[in-house]
């Protein structure tokens, strides 16, 4: 079993629509989650991270978290052609922060 | 204030060479880390150091080997390379390691050929 999986995608919406990305991990003692986005040829940048169960919100994106569930998410509200890229999902546990395979995401102008 | 940098950006190297990549985190960043990127895949934790200190490593040979240096700084090391190293090598900083301040900031990254 991976340590964090993500559905790879591609995830196709339309200019406008909100897009959902998904993320399970596999140790329970994890206590940070990130979401990097990464657009082709270039080094992943940080979108949010998330300490605590419930919902995070910045701008037109929000991070879910549910430990119980070991469960993150992440909804980009108003997509836009611009955010087509790969999304990371990542999660530190003791001195190491693993990453997810990523999430390509199309928005469809 | 500068970002995360990493010199080399761009390197081709012959199967046996060994390389040595760069690192210089953010200003007031105490911990580094290393990743190795293939085309598709999603960052490969190599190393982690803290106050000159390996407090981290993944599952990678020891081929490669890393260290930190008194200003925070960091090198990359692989020997006797093959052509399965060719991969982006992204450096990636952090304040601390502890459970507030270790969020990572990556640099541009090294990519790097092996022929």
């Known amino acids: 079993q991976k340590e964090v999986e993500q559905n790879s995608g591609p995830l196709s919406v339309p200019e406008g629509a909100i897009a959902s990305l998904n993320c399970t991990y596999s140790?329970?003692?994890?206590?940070?989650f990130f979401w990097y986005r990464q657009y082709s040829g270039k080094s992943p940048e940080l979108i949010m991270f998330i300490y605590s169960n419930g919902d995070k919100e910045d701008g037109r994106f929000t991070a879910q978290l549910n430990k119980a569930s070991q469960y993150v998410s992440l909804l980009i509200r108003d997509s836009q052609p611009s955010d087509s890229a790969t999304y990371l999902c990542a999660v530190t546990g003791g001195f190491k922060t693993i990453f997810g395979a990523g999430t390509r995401l199309f928005v469809k102008a | 204030d500068a970002g995360v940098t990493q010199s080399p950006t761009h390197l081709i190297k012959t199967r046996g060479q060994q390389v040595t990549l760069r690192c210089s985190p953010i200003?007031?960043?105490?911990?580094v880390s290393w990743y190795q990127q293939v085309l598709g895949q999603g960052p490969q934790f190599i190393f982690q150091y803290y106050e000159k200190e390996e407090r981290g490593r993944g599952n990678f040979p020891d081929r490669f080997s890393a260290r930190q240096f008194p200003n925070y700084s960091s090198e990359l090391n692989v020997n006797a390379l093959l052509l399965g190293d060719s991969a982006l090598y992204l450096c990636a900083s952090s304040i601390n390691t502890g459970n507030s301040g270790n969020t990572i900031y990556f640099g541009e990254g090294s990519w790097l050929t092996v022929v």
């Open positions: 200003s007031g960043h105490k911990s």
């Open positions: 140790d329970r003692g994890s206590q940070s």
